[in-house]
């Protein structure tokens, strides 16, 4: 413990990005000199900076007030002195609870210049109208974060991006920081990370992977570049991990477009960012160069939601969920035989496996399953590139009867959904005026107010859904284009590889055995991707004719 003659005196200095715009006045050293100066005046021994440049006074969690409020706290302290009561803070709450109670519990003087704020003057004025004046600065803090939002909203709503730091992959446009360029090398990074999860590598293979081949993370990268990040640098320049490789191919930016409103904060005082709902994000297409395909991007995502299952041997399959049984529809799960041999490895039913009277055992091996995916995939290929214009004159049809179907299920649910939401609002009315009046409890009140919020998010959700799910519909006959350019990239494939399997397939459903004629017979219909099922018999009937 410190005696009453080398006790030090706090000099504690605070300055915002806002207060910054104020001009030189509130400037750090000249805080510094504005203290200083009143300490020496004043005989206060030991002067001590406690500084937090560029924080916010709504919250107290600032690093220089933290190493103050320690010594304070350790008896250390004599005297405080700040500029003005705006410096100590601009939470009222918490200012007043600091000034009022735990300064003067741990024998500590507080002195806020320019207020003329002295606690060691109970009598004091000024002291009385220390509230008053903290309110204030709170509402000045309230009154620029509402502005600052405000501004934020108006350039999110044009499609301005609203991030700082540009993903990995882009650069800031010299002739425009708010537009990005392309970085080849950091691309090219992207592009390998989207294309061995589309080989079936989970995030953490791929980041052991970028570590072996000593590839930079994207932080020591663009320290190398010279360019600003938010992160420290890392130890171990390619030292990859999954969180970083999850964070890439979540990115939507990649695909050439502005995502604003990702992350939102609760009010001032709580500065943690939390995700926002997807619906209530704002995506601008086409605002610069993309790296990665759109069909690629969603393939993805829906690759990062399926478990892929590994044997006791360790081994994983390429067609790890995508198999499902044809009669129940469950996944079929990929497993191995007790002697360890690769060609007795196998997909059966998941559905069997828990419960065999509830489904049949559908069960067929990977080495099977592979070479008839393969020989279907080359059928639709070569038909594709022998007969282009009657595969789509067939498939066009054929996507536009279900289409037809599927729109009319849905606008009705659709139609459905918006009635009740309608009714919802008139109800939740209705017991407001109910409970105003004295007809309905508040308990009652809050219980009711309650199903019907959640229900009306619930069908909120719902809508959007449904009518993303139209216009996906709608929007078939883009898909059978994008399918047919695939075709003929894939013309001629002899092997299966795993990022043409994800490319090509978005589910493999697989036959009970038939038996009946003394041999082994299965069929399996492959779902493809942005197309559904391809009636190849029929085509192949047609094409014999």
Request: a neutral charge; proline letters at 3%; hydrophobic letters at 35%.
């Amino acid at each position: 413990m410190f005696g009453a003659t080398n006790k030090i005196t706090a000099l504690y200095c605070r300055l915002s990005q806002e207060d910054e715009r104020l001009g030189e006045s509130l400037s750090i050293e000249n805080q510094k000199g504005i203290l200083l100066q009143y300490a020496r005046e004043h005989h206060f021994p030991n002067p001590t900076f406690f500084v937090d440049d560029g924080v916010s006074g709504v919250t107290f969690d600032r690093p220089g007030f933290q190493a103050m409020l320690t010594e304070i706290e350790a008896g250390n302290v004599a005297v405080a002195i700040t500029k003005d009561l705006s410096r100590l803070g601009r939470n009222s709450a918490l200012t007043g609870l600091y000034t009022n109670f735990t300064f003067p519990q741990n024998g500590t003087r507080f002195i806020a210049i320019n207020d003329d704020f002295d606690s060691a003057d109970a009598n004091s004025v000024n002291n009385d109208f220390a509230g008053i004046k903290n309110w204030f600065n709170e509402f000045y803090a309230r009154d620029t974060s509402r502005k600052i939002r405000a501004v934020t909203k108006a350039k999110g709503e044009r499609g301005v991006p609203l991030t700082v730091n540009v993903p990995y992959g882009y650069v800031k446009d010299p002739e425009n920081p708010k537009h990005w360029l392309i970085d080849p090398e950091a691309a090219d990074v992207v592009k390998r990370i989207f294309s061995m999860c589309m080989e079936g590598r989970g995030p953490q293979q791929i980041a052991n992977q970028l570590k072996a081949d000593k590839v930079l993370t994207p932080t020591a990268y663009k320290k190398q570049q010279g360019r600003k990040t938010p992160h420290p640098e890392p130890e171990n320049p390619y030292g990859w991990g999954d969180s970083s490789v999850v964070n890439i191919l979540e990115r939507r930016e990649y695909t050439g477009c502005t995502v604003n409103f990702k992350t939102f904060s609760n009010s001032i005082w709580d500065k943690k960012q939390r995700e926002n709902p997807v619906e209530k994000q704002a995506v601008f297409h086409d605002t610069h160069e993309r790296i990665i395909e759109d069909d690629v991007f969603d393939k993805v995502q829906i690759i990062r939601q399926q478990r892929h299952r590994m044997t006791r041997t360790g081994r994983s399959s390429i067609f790890s969920g995508l198999v499902c049984c044809s009669d129940c529809g469950s996944k079929m799960y990929y497993g191995s035989s007790n002697n360890h041999d690769a060609a007795q490895d196998f997909f059966d039913c998941s559905l069997h496996r828990k419960h065999k009277e509830k489904c049949g055992n559908h069960f067929i091996r990977v080495n099977v399953l592979e070479r008839m995916v393969l020989k279907h995939i080359q059928a639709v290929m070569g038909y594709i590139l022998r007969y282009e214009r009657h595969f789509r004159t067939v498939m066009e049809e054929q996507m536009r009867l279900e289409s037809r179907e599927q729109i009319q299920i849905r606008k009705k649910q659709l139609d459905r959904d918006e009635k009740r939401i309608s009714e919802l609002k008139r109800l939740f009315i209705k017991i407001y005026e109910d409970n105003a009046g004295g007809r309905l409890s508040d308990e009652r009140f809050d219980m009711l107010s309650q199903s019907y919020e959640a229900e009306q998010k619930q069908l909120e959700a719902e809508v959007i859904t449904l009518q993303q799910e139209i216009e996906a519909q709608e929007r078939q006959n883009e898909n059978i284009e994008k399918f047919i350019q695939k075709a003929h990239k894939y013309v001629g494939i002899e092997e299966l590889t795993p990022y043409a399997l994800r490319e090509l397939v978005s589910a493999i459903y697989v036959d009970a055995p038939d038996k009946s004629s003394g041999k082994r017979r299965q069929h399996i219909h492959i779902k493809y991707d942005g197309l559904g099922f391809i009636p190849l018999n029929e085509l192949m009937k047609e094409e014999a004719a």
